[in-house]
Structure formats: structure tokens, C-alpha cells
């Protein structure tokens, strides 16, 4: 018996009225978690019912904690018929199962109904006490921390990153089974929100014990998709990096480490291991099948690892003396070795992270991607995992074999998603192929790792750009000059990336968001035909994204692409493709030539005229998009850096490939042959379409920036005001002349005109950038484009920006500052320095305790913690002034970032994975179908803002919409919505508070909020 | 190609003040484009129509959704749908529930009953106020007067309390109970001439000094209904005219012309009985404050004349509404 879990209902508020005859509700609740349930007393007539409850405890399995979760519903009593459900919450306990995190979850939570919405708030109060329990072979994996942010977290450092972890769950879908055609929307809807959170909890413990296996205690950049099969069932997987961290803030940790810098900067960088692989940061093929045993899942990939031996990373001759410069040579070999040796063990060697501690990025090779087409009428046992197991191996595989041409051992930035529509499914994974330090791979020389790295005297922010593939021996043809920066090593023209720009990458300039977008038509078929019919298009859609994000990149006068995402969507009768990155100048990297139009009909006068009118357009955008985002790097006399080197011209390093169903594997050359990669050829209407797309993307208005990454190259004066949005588009097509064209065009329009609503309505914010600008597309119906966005729009300050510009090159070092990026990379230095500003340790725990107040002082909180209780109304006498200043419900920030502008994460509480439902059958009198998503979007984010706040919590970091999947039927009068989000719950602390409780440590007025408060009193 | 759905939800609750103020004044969306575009909002932020309409509907929505909260203000300050900073929850109401002068005015006094909600479209018409205002506005003078109508305590404190409105807004609602429960009429032609602020002025000092809640802060309706006891009371002040030798005492005691009558109260009419003849003389201001002052005062000096607190309850609270109403 691992565990207790108690719960207490204290009281509800403002519940619906159930009994029309009285205008009240005589409201009881039941608690169940598993098998178990427990009922509180009925309280009659109230809409503000004081249940005020014994505590209810259930004893468990840590497995079942882990998978389970708690479930409250509310009802209506009602003596002579059956009881109406109100709503219900379920709460994820799995915050509370490691020790770090939150240790009780108390606060109001919205009493949540899959068809009314919410229907009022229940006060809840949950512990767990958990025993020691030493079993080997246990199921759960209590104590591994999930972090969904894609670094590694603020308050932590890594001590060894271990690698890739993958795991997939199948059930039969509730709505598509035969009891769904007898039972209620509501019963239907609820069984589905609970079979996922099952499914959710089972993946994240299954999870877990592949990170505790690796000996790790965390999983970070955790992405957790679904895959709505429909009649083939319902898919929950998830992918992550499995981390050991170490909490930094905890000065007892820190303490030794701190003492002794020196002595660790002083160790030899490449010999600290005589034996690397004995290492057991892989565990070892039996070892993996034992624990695995329970995972049916897995047996696929393993199969697949026995035959890696043949893909293994095996180094080509000469390739360190040949790409690299003098001093690089040795240094890249061995470095090469040391990676190889650390990543042979894993079976991928992917990981999920997008930034990184510093030093471990060594060079970066470019995108690689792989696609599959599959029919998911053809899996011959639907209920088990095997073949989609199979089908992800499939193309891990190939995005391996991949980085390997590339020189690359591994992978990062790695994300895999899916399309569906009916049978059809599309498989996509991508991320950038690259070389790492193997330091922070492996066991036993993890002290010192960070500081040997300041010893490598690599030449600052150039050498990811480096390339890692032997130039000799290229795996594409390349255009290849010596670095712009340290000017001995080889660098590409262009470089396309899936990971976020390093942290001590030189640019020049700010970035801008870069968005390709296409429409392709395609004919209505059925099965085989279909899916041979998608992989035909994809390698066409691929071509012509990476051309329109390669032009793009060229009129804005930049050289890098990051975090590039690219969108296939596949639909009925169409596949969209939209791709997403933020473009930046690498000082690194060479000046981008312009875009040189040439026509095919040479004689005919007033087309000449014609060309050279629009190539005059395209210069004079080059020169303004140079302007606008201060594009002015210094002349560098071509002496020093030698003439290029003559090699054919090319457009990326951008490696795909599409397989369908038979497993036919398609190279695609993206190199455009021989063709000069900077000249557009007009041959016809197309052509000329295309270059007039070019030019109709309407740069942001003054005072806004935008880009897809965490933070935007070029400014890094933020201040805290902060505003995190989704806002969501369906467009119907008129069908009538539907060619590639016209739906190019309409869909182009859709995503400009999308981006011109957010700067109008955010334009108070000016000067303003949005960042992480995450655009997904779906194909709802035959005529329907939805497009969702969702990003954060941050005020920066003008004055420092203007001064920063000037000094680019210095300050981007200290770009990341405002979000203590200084951790990762002086972590020791900054560890005495806290340590010396703010006695922490002392603070912390006070800090902890009062955050669950909002920035009232301490004599009010009293109030307001009263307040939170139910007898609120009846608390406003005596108010001087109607200003509404002691609102009980604080404030939750949400920003899909993994910091917040101008403070300080303090604790990480947990993972928040949400999902929800909402169904309706009164369309019309909810507002049609924009008042219906809008209504649930905003209770999506209340519900979310609750737990974050009964957690103890005043912000979500990493937050996202991983789906949100609208269904309407307007002649019915009905529609479905079906959102997925994710994010991890943290404390913050303004720095400027941060400054007053040093100053005077009674005072822990940190920014949070909340009715957690309640129990810290 | 159309956009059948179109949303922008943030975590904070984008407010924008200007459209907030053309929903509250009733406009139709594409009303409130027009009057935004021509605002010159398309030049300053170079949006596109389309840009507009869209933002536009989007609040609109928003509004629509939190009309339901701000209908009980509390349940604004709990919910947590709508994450919006105090101060702008704060502006949220205050702007909900203001009104406008020229129909209050119209409605004061009325009882806020069905039949007085279907005279709402000739309000409309004659203040120029849109039909959906006029009805904002009435809903809300009727919610407001159905929430405090039966409550113990301080009828502006109720008010503020209920409906978390600034003190201002708050004294300027106890007015319109205080009217509507007392159908004061208002709209007549005489009265005309005076604005709310006049009335609410007069009302202010009436639930002061006329009320029971005056004498006992304990009772029920305090500031609501006038006090009864001393209404009846009044009946005995009338011995000032009818009693002839006590009024030619007085009148000597004034050295004044007795022009106003002293009618039973609470018909305010009786006020002009006094004032229009004043006014139509042209007595300036301050003559009418020395008159008012000596008539008040003189009685004191009447041998015969036993009702002295009684009539100055009565008398300064009068003289302070008279003298505030004595202008053009």
C-alpha cells in the first residue's frame, strides 16, 4: 500500500439553478478515485452549498496514482427521479507525487459540464501521503519529473542528458463504440475525457520508467499528442529528452560545487572517461526487455535496434581533417569518437530539446525530415500498438540515417506529429541534425562538464554553424565559405534549423517571422489510390515550401532559419502546407545575395519591361526589409575570408524523404540541380503568381515584430507586460473554380489577414513582439480551412532598443537575460552571486508558502483568504472605493514561452495536460459557432488558471494548444470542439520583488495568486 | 471565401474602452464600424475594414458574454472566466451602469413596471437615446431597485455594496429607488426646468432627513419610504395657515408676503407653488435664501406653535431643495 490519498469538498459557489419550483439546488458531491466512491452530505437549497466534508481517503498503488485521476462530480439531489449532474473536475494528482513539486492541491476549480460549460466553482483540497517503497520491480515511476519546456528548466542543471524516450498507447474510442449509439452525448463525451486521462497517465508512468531504467529523474520537453483514429481507435503517444537534473536553487547541492570551480575547470576535457562504454546511460538490450515486458508497445522497436548495427554512427574517413580547419581537425575527431561512443547506445539519438545548455551544441548539419503515408483501415489489430510502434520506428529510422549523411550523430529539436482525415493518416517527424559535446551524455564526469567547456576556445557563436559534414564528400551539393566570424572553418550560405537560436549565436539585426504556405488540389479517392495519390504530391509540396521559404528568407535579406516547423495537412480533397520559422542574419554566415528574375521569352518588348518593373520591386524590398530590421553587417574585404569556394550553388541542407505504404523510399534533390539558386525563372502565369505572392506579404506595423522562437534575435529589453492568446479562423471556400491558384491565394490571405487582426487588436502593446508564433492548420470538411494561432505579445522597452541595435554584436550575448539564461551558462558563477544578493534557501520557503496570495499585503490577505471562502458576498461592506481592488481570484499568467520577461521561476510544480470536450445543441443561442469556441476557449484557459492556482501557482510556462479539433453542423443546430493543452505550473518572482524580500524577508509579496493560500494559513 | 468563425480569446480579457462605449450606447456592429472608421482609426493603424469588422464582432462577443456577470457585479470579481484586472473590472461596471441624463429624466419617478418598459420606444425616439440603451438602462434601474427595495441599512451603502459602484454612482441610484418608490412625478411640465442632479440633490436630502431610517438605522425600507409617523406629523404644521391668528402672527413675525402656501407634503408640487411665483417675480437668489431663512426661523418666536423639531425637520431640508431648485 504505497499511498493515501485524502480529499476534502469544502464548499461550492455559484452553482446553477437546478430546481426551477425554488430557484435553488440541493447539491451533494461524490469523490471516486478507481473503484472507489465517496458521497458528502446533500445541502439543500443553496447555490453557495458549505459541504465542508470529513477527509475522504482512498488507499492506493502508486501506479494507480499515477494513471488515475480524481474525479468530483456534483449533483443535483432530487428525491423522486434521478439525481442531475451539475458537472465535474478531474485533478491530476500526479503534482503531488514528487517531492518537489506541489505537496497539496486546494482551491477552486470550475465545475466543468461537457454540454453547459462550467456551472460554477467547488473548493477542493487534496494530499497525498505517500511510503517508501523500495520494490525493483514496481510499475510506477513515482519521482520522475515531467517538464514539457524544451530547455532544460531555470531553476535546474543538467547533469546528464540521456536521450530519447517514446512511448504510445491505443484504446478503442468511446464515440465509436456500439454503446455510443444508446448512451447521452454528455455520458459519451465524459467517457472519452476520461479514457484519455487515463491513457495520459499510463503514458507519462510507462514514461517514467524508461527515464528511471536510463537513471535518469526527469523528462523534459515532453510533447503528448493524440491521434483521433476514429474507427481504428484512438492513439495516445508521447515523445521526450530523459534528463538527470539537479535543483539549483537548493543551497545544499550547490554549496561544493561553488567552492571548488577551479579545480574542476582545470580537468582535461577529452579523457575524463577511459571507458565510455561501459557506461550505463543506455541500459543494455536484455535489461530492456525485462522491464519493458509490460509494454507490449515496445517489441517493435526493439526488433528495429537489432538491425541498427548496419546504421550505426560509423565516422567517414577523413572527415575531421577534411572540413576542418588546422587547430579543428584533431578536435573534431575526437570529439566525433567521444559523441559516437556516448550515442551508439541509443537506439535514436533524438532529442526533443530546442535550446540547450552551453557547449553542448558542437556544430549544426541542417533540417531532416521524413513523411509516411498510411492507411489505418490496414492495421491488422487495432487495439494493440504494434503497428503504429512500428510505423514511427520506420521513420526515426530514416530521420537517422539522415543526420548521418549529414556528419551528424544526432538529433535535436525533434518533434513528430500526424494528419488524419478518414483513413488516411500522415506521419511526419523532423528536426536538425547535429554534432554534440558527449559530456553531457554520459555518467561519472558530470562535475566540471559546464566549466570545461569555456576551455574549448572555440571562436564565440560561430562554431554550430560549422559545418559537420565532409566537404569533400558532401552528401548534397553546397555552396561552402570560411566562417564570417572566426574565418577558419567552413560554413553553408544558408542554414535551416528546427531548434532555437543559440544563446551566444552572433546576429545582426532582429528576426522576422517567415511563413511559406501552399495549397495543393488533389481528386477525391478512396484507400490505395489515396494514399499513392498524397505521396505523389508530397515531395512537390515539400519542393515548393522550401523555394518559397528559401525566396522569402532572401527578400528579407537574412541567412538562418529557426525553429522551422513545417505543417502537411492532408483533407479530403487538398493537402495544405505551411511552414513556420524565424529568419535571423548569423553574422557567421555569408550576406545573402538578391533574387535575380529572369524571363523565358527574351524578344517580346513590354514583358522585358515587365520583368526588370518587378525585379526594381523586389530590390527595393530587399533594401527596405534591410532597413526594418536593422540589416547592416560590416564589410569584411574579401580578402580575409578567401573567394568562395567553387562548388555548385545550392538552396539548403534539407534532407526529407516520403514513404507510403509499400515503404517506398523517395530522395528528393532539393538542390534545383545546377540552377543559381538566387534566380527566379518567369516561364509562365504561375511563376508570376508566385512572385507576386512574394511581395504581398505586408511587413508587421511599425512598433511589431514577430517571430516562432522563444526569443526574438535583436531585442532584449523586455518588460513584464505580457499577453498570451489563440485566436482561431475556419473559412469556408466558395467551390465553385476551386485550381491551385485561387486557393493559394485565399489561403495566403487567410494568414495575413489572421496576422493583421492580432497587431490591430494588440496595437496598445506597441512596441510589441509576438513570440512563439505557433500557426496549425486543419481541414475540418470539404470546404473548410481552420487555422489556429497561438503565440504571446510582450512590450518591450523602445528606448533601450534603439541604444541595443547599435551594440548588437556585444549584447547578444546577453540577449537571454531577461529570463536568467545566465544560468545555464555561468551556472556557478550565478550560483554564488544569488547566494550572495538573496539569502535563497530562507526566502524560498517563505515565498512558497505566502505565493498563493496576490500582491496585497499582508494584513489584506487575511481578507481575501476569507474571502475565497463561500461566504463571499457578504464581505463587500464598507467599501471606501468601488475599485473591485480585492478581487479574490489572482492572477495566473500563461505564455507559451518557458520564461516569464522580468522574473524569476522559483519552483516548477508540475505538468498540466489537460482535455476537454464541449458539445452543443443549441448552436444558434450560444452565439453560432464563434461564441460556442470562443465561450469554451475561455473556460479551457480558466480551467487551466485553476489548477495552476490550487497548485500554488501564479503562472504556465511552455504552454500549448496541441489541438483543437471544431466539428459543426449548423442544420443540426450542433457542434463538437475537442481540445488538448499542455504546460508546466511554476512559481514566479518579479525581480524587482525578488530585490524587496532580501531586502526585508517578512514581506514575500510575490506577484501569485490564489485560493491555495487558504492552506498556508 | 468567408470566415464562418472567427475568435481572438487572450488570458487577460482584451477591453477596448471606445467599443465598449458603442455597445453600451446600442449600436448594431456594423453601426460601430461605421462610427470607428470614421473616427479615423483605419489611417492611425493602417487595419483594413475587414480588420475592423472582425475586431469589432470580436468584442462585441465578449461583451455579450459578460453582460450576464455584470448583472450581479460580484460574480464579476469571482468568476474565473475572464481573467481582467481589478481596475478594469472596476470600469467594466461603472460604465454598465451609468446613464444618461435625458433618459432618466424621462423615467424618473415612474414606476419601473412592464408598462413603463413598452413606452421605451417614444423615450427612444424623443431622447435620441438607441432603444437597446434605453433598455440597458431601465434593466438596470429595475434590477438595482429590486435588489435593495427590501434591505435594512443605508440605501446608497446597499447599492454600493451590491453593485460595487463608485459613491457618486451609487448616491445617484439611491435617487432613482427613492423616485420609483415614491413616485415622485418628475415629467411634469413645471418640473421641466430641473436636471436630475436637482432631484437627486433634493432625494439625497429627503432619505436624510425624511426617512425612517433618519430616526432608526434598525428598520426595515429605512431609506426608501418617507417615515409615515411623520408625514401625519406634517398635518399639524398646517395650524400655521389655518390657524388666522397664528398665520398673521407669522406673517408679521416674516414682515414678509406669505406667498407659498403650505400644503400637506409630499406633493413636490407644493414646492412651486412657491418657487414658480418667485420666479416669476425675479427674486433674486439670495432675497429667497433671507426669506426662506427668516420664515423658517420666525416660527420659533410663535408662543402659540408647539411642533418646533417637527418643523424644522421639515423646514430645512425644504428650504436646502427649494433654494436648489430656484433656478432657471
Not at chain 1, 172 to 184: G, N, S, V
Not at chain 1, 617 to 644: M, Q, R, V
Not at chain 1, 657 to 684: N, P, T
Not at chain 1, 874 to 903: D, E, W, Y
Request: charged share 25%; with cysteine.
Amino acid at each position: 500500500m504505497p499511498g493515501k490519498l485524502k480529499v476534502k469538498i469544502v464548499a461550492g459557489r455559484h452553482l446553477p439553478v437546478m430546481d426551477r419550483a425554488s430557484d435553488l439546488t440541493d447539491a451533494f458531491v461524490e469523490v471516486k478515485f478507481g473503484n472507489t466512491t465517496f458521497k458528502t452530505d446533500v445541502y439543500h437549497k443553496s447555490l453557495n452549498p458549505q459541504w465542508n466534508s470529513e477527509w475522504f481517503k482512498f488507499e492506493v498503488d502508486d501506479e494507480d496514482l499515477q494513471d488515475e485521476p480524481l474525479q468530483i462530480t456534483v449533483l443535483d439531489h432530487d428525491t423522486y427521479s434521478a439525481n442531475d449532474a451539475i458537472g465535474k473536475v478531474y485533478i491530476d494528482i500526479d503534482p503531488l507525487l514528487y517531492s518537489e513539486a506541489a505537496t497539496v492541491i486546494s482551491g477552486w476549480f470550475p465545475i466543468y459540464d461537457t454540454i453547459h460549460g462550467i456551472r460554477g466553482e467547488i473548493n477542493v483540497v487534496v494530499k497525498v501521503d505517500l511510503f517508501n517503497d523500495l520494490n525493483r520491480f514496481r510499475q510506477s515511476s513515482c519521482g520522475v519529473k515531467f517538464f514539457c519546456t524544451t530547455s532544460i528548466p531555470k531553476c535546474y542543471r543538467a547533469v546528464i542528458i540521456h536521450g530519447f524516450v517514446e512511448e504510445l498507447v491505443v484504446n478503442e474510442d468511446p464515440e465509436y463504440q456500439w454503446i455510443d449509439r444508446i448512451r447521452t452525448p454528455r455520458a459519451s463525451n465524459e467517457a472519452r475525457q476520461r479514457l484519455i486521462s487515463l491513457m495520459s497517465g499510463e503514458l507519462q508512468r510507462k514514461i517514467g520508467l524508461k527515464v528511471l531504467e536510463m537513471r535518469g529523474n526527469a523528462v523534459v520537453g515532453y510533447l503528448q499528442c493524440f491521434d483521433l483514429e476514429g474507427e481504428s481507435g484512438l492513439v495516445v503517444r508521447a515523445i521526450g529528452t530523459a534528463c538527470t537534473l539537479d535543483k539549483l536553487s537548493s543551497t545544499a547541492a550547490f554549496l561544493p560545487a561553488c567552492n571548488s570551480p577551479s579545480k574542476e575547470m582545470k580537468e582535461i576535457p577529452f579523457n575524463e572517461d577511459p571507458n565510455p562504454n561501459t557506461h550505463s546511460s543506455g541500459p543494455s538490450t536484455p535489461l530492456k526487455n525485462q522491464t519493458y515486458s509490460f509494454s507490449p508497445s515496445k517489441s517493435y522497436s526493439r526488433q528495429s535496434s537489432s538491425s541498427d548495427t548496419d546504421l550505426s554512427l560509423t565516422p567517414k574517413t577523413g572527415m575531421g581533417s577534411g572540413s576542418a580547419g588546422k587547430e579543428g581537425g584533431p578536435f573534431k575527431a575526437l570529439l566525433r569518437q567521444q559523441t559516437q561512443s556516448a550515442l551508439e547506445q541509443r537506439e535514436f539519438p533524438f532529442f526533443t530539446l530546442t535550446a540547450f545548455p552551453p557547449g553542448f551544441l558542437v556544430h549544426v548539419g541542417g533540417v531532416v525530415s521524413a513523411r509516411s503515408v498510411k492507411l489505418l483501415d490496414r492495421i491488422h489489430n487495432p487495439d494493440e500498438p504494434e503497428t503504429r510502434d512500428a510505423w514511427w520506428a520506420e521513420i526515426r529510422q530514416e530521420i537517422k540515417s539522415h543526420a548521418k549523411a549529414l556528419g551528424c550523430h544526432a538529433v535535436v529539436g525533434y518533434s513528430e506529429s500526424t494528419s488524419i482525415c478518414e483513413e488516411v493518416c500522415i506521419l511526419s517527424a523532423s528536426g536538425t541534425a547535429a554534432v554534440l559535446n558527449p559530456r553531457f551524455l554520459q555518467d561519472g564526469t558530470v562535475e566540471g562538464c559546464l566549466e570545461q567547456r569555456q576551455e574549448e576556445n572555440l571562436p564565440p557563436g560561430c562554431g554550430f554553424c560549422h559545418i559537420p559534414y565532409d566537404e569533400l564528400n558532401m552528401p548534397f551539393p553546397a555552396h561552402l565559405t570560411y566562417c564570417y566570424s572566426c574565418r577558419k572553418q567552413k560554413v553553408p550560405d544558408v542554414l535551416f534549423t528546427t531548434i532555437d537560436l543559440p544563446t551566444d549565436a552572433t546576429v545582426v539585426g532582429k528576426g522576422c517571422l517567415i511563413q511559406a504556405r501552399l495549397c495543393r488540389l488533389k481528386k477525391k479517392a478512396q484507400a490505395e489510390a489515396n494514399a499513392t495519390a498524397i505521396s505523389n504530391l508530397l515531395p512537390f509540396m515539400e519542393y515548393e515550401v522550401h523555394t518559397q521559404l528559401m525566396n522569402k528568407l532572401k527578400l528579407k535579406g537574412m541567412n538562418a532559419l529557426f525553429g522551422l516547423r513545417i505543417q502537411i495537412t492532408v483533407g479530403e480533397n487538398m493537402l495544405m502546407g505551411l511552414a513556420s520559422a524565424t529568419g535571423v542574419y548569423l553574422t557567421a554566415l555569408p550576406t545573402p545575395g538578391g533574387i535575380q528574375i529572369a524571363g523565358k521569352t527574351p524578344n517580346d518588348g513590354s514583358y522585358e519591361q515587365h520583368i526588370s518593373h518587378m525585379q526594381k520591386k523586389i530590390n527595393d524590398t530587399i533594401a527596405k526589409n534591410k532597413e526594418l530590421y536593422e540589416i547592416n553587417p560590416p564589410e569584411i574585404p574579401e580578402e580575409i575570408i578567401g573567394s568562395p569556394i567553387p562548388e555548385p550553388r545550392q538552396r539548403s541542407r534539407l534532407l526529407r524523404s516520403q514513404s507510403e505504404s509499400s515503404d517506398e523510399v523517395i530522395e528528393l534533390d532539393l538542390s534545383h540541380g545546377k540552377k543559381d539558386a538566387f534566380v527566379l525563372e518567369i516561364d509562365d502565369t504561375d511563376a508570376m503568381e508566385d512572385v507576386h505572392s512574394l511581395l504581398t506579404d505586408v511587413p508587421p506595423p511599425s512598433g511589431f515584430y514577430s517571430c516562432n522562437t522563444e526569443i526574438m534575435p535583436g531585442i532584449n529589453n523586455w518588460t513584464s507586460e505580457i499577453q498570451m492568446f489563440t485566436s482561431v479562423r475556419v473559412s469556408r471556400l466558395s467551390n465553385i473554380n476551386l485550381t491551385n491558384q485561387t486557393l493559394n491565394k485565399n489561403f495566403n490571405d487567410l494568414c495575413e489577414n489572421l496576422l493583421k487582426s492580432l497587431y490591430f487588436k494588440l496595437r496598445s502593446m506597441i512596441p510589441c513582439c509576438l513570440c512563439h508564433v505557433n500557426f496549425t492548420v486543419s481541414l475540418p470538411e470539404d470546404e473548410l480551412i481552420q487555422i489556429t494561432v497561438t503565440a504571446v505579445a510582450i512590450t518591450f522597452d523602445k528606448h533601450q532598443a534603439v541604444q541595443t541595435t547599435k551594440t548588437h554584436v556585444e549584447k547578444s550575448l546577453q540577449r537571454a537575460s531577461a529570463d536568467n539564461e545566465e544560468l545555464l551558462q555561468f551556472p556557478l558563477e550565478l550560483c554564488t552571486d544569488s547566494l550572495a544578493s538573496h539569502p535563497f534557501s530562507p526566502a524560498k520557503e517563505h515565498l512558497e508558502s505566502a505565493s498563493s496570495n496576490s500582491g496585497i499585503p499582508a494584513a489584506q490577505r487575511a481578507v481575501s483568504v476569507e474571502k475565497a471562502s463561500p461566504l463571499t458576498e457578504g464581505h463587500f461592506r464598507q467599501r471606501s472605493a468601488p475599485a473591485c481592488a480585492n478581487s479574490t481570484v489572482g492572477v495566473v499568467k500563461m505564455t507559451p514561452l518557458s520564461f516569464i520577461p522580468g522574473a524569476k521561476i522559483t519552483k516548477y510544480l508540475g505538468i498540466i495536460n489537460m482535455f476537454f470536450i464541449r458539445e452543443t445543441t443549441s448552436l444558434r443561442e450560444e452565439g453560432g459557432v464563434s461564441g460556442f469556441l470562443h465561450a469554451f476557449i475561455a473556460e479551457v484557459f480558466a480551467m487551466v488558471r485553476a489548477h495552476v492556482a490550487a497548485l500554488g501557482g501564479n503562472a504556465v510556462v511552455s504552454y500549448i494548444m496541441k489541438q483543437c479539433v471544431f466539428m459543426e453542423n449548423p442544420n443540426k443546430n450542433q457542434a463538437q470542439c475537442l481540445i488538448n493543452v499542455s504546460g508546466d505550473a511554476v512559481i514566479f518572482v518579479r525581480e524587482s520583488e525578488l530585490e524587496i524580500i532580501s531586502a526585508q524577508q517578512p514581506i514575500a509579496s510575490c506577484q501569485p495568486a490564489c485560493s491555495g493560500g487558504e492552506i498556508a494559513t | 471565401m468567408t470566415n464562418e468563425l472567427d475568435i481572438f480569446v487572450g488570458n487577460t480579457t482584451l477591453i477596448d474602452e471606445d467599443v465598449y462605449r458603442l455597445w453600451l450606447d446600442g449600436y448594431s456592429v456594423s453601426d460601430a464600424v461605421g462610427l470607428r472608421v470614421r473616427s479615423g482609426i483605419l489611417e492611425q493603424t493602417g487595419a483594413t475594414a475587414g480588420v475592423l469588422q472582425s475586431d469589432t464582432m470580436d468584442h462585441y462577443r465578449t461583451f455579450h458574454m459578460l453582460e450576464r456577470l455584470l448583472h450581479t457585479p460580484p460574480k464579476l470579481l469571482h468568476q474565473l472566466v475572464f481573467q481582467i484586472p481589478p481596475s478594469r473590472q472596476a470600469l467594466l461596471i461603472e460604465r454598465y451602469y451609468a446613464f444618461d441624463e435625458a433618459f432618466v429624466r424621462e423615467v424618473l419617478g415612474k414606476k419601473l413596471s412592464k408598462g413603463t418598459k413598452k413606452d421605451l420606444d417614444d423615450i427612444s425616439t424623443k431622447t435620441g437615446v438607441t432603444l437597446k440603451s434605453c433598455r440597458r438602462q431601465f434593466d438596470n434601474f429595475k434590477r438595482v431597485f429590486k435588489v435593495v427595495e427590501e434591505m435594512r441599512g443605508s440605501l446608497a451603502g446597499n447599492i454600493q455594496q451590491h453593485f460595487l459602484l463608485s459613491d457618486r454612482l451609487a448616491r445617484d441610484y439611491a435617487a432613482v429607488v427613492f423616485f420609483a418608490n415614491n413616485r415622485f412625478e418628475t415629467g411634469k411640465k413645471k418640473l421641466q426646468y430641473l436636471t436630475f442632479g436637482d432631484l437627486a440633490f433634493c432625494a439625497e436630502l429627503m432619505i436624510q432627513n425624511w426617512t425612517p431610517g433618519a430616526v432608526d438605522s434598525q428598520v426595515d425600507d429605512m431609506d426608501v419610504d418617507l417615515d409615515k409617523e411623520f408625514l401625519q406629523d406634517l398635518k399639524e404644521l398646517k395650524v400655521l395657515v389655518a390657524d388666522k391668528d397664528l398665520l398673521d402672527l407669522h406673517k408679521s413675525l416674516v414682515c414678509t408676503a406669505l406667498r407659498g402656501k403650505l400644503s400637506v407634503f409630499p406633493e413636490m408640487e407644493a414646492n412651486f407653488k412657491f418657487i414658480e411665483p418667485c420666479r416669476s417675480d425675479r427674486w433674486p437668489l439670495n432675497d429667497v435664501r433671507l426669506f426662506l431663512n427668516q420664515y423658517s426661523a420666525s416660527v420659533h418666536s410663535l408662543d402659540g406653535f408647539r411642533h418646533q423639531a417637527l418643523w424644522d425637520r421639515y423646514m430645512v431640508t425644504l428650504r436646502s431643495c427649494l433654494l436648489r431648485m430656484y433656478h432657471d
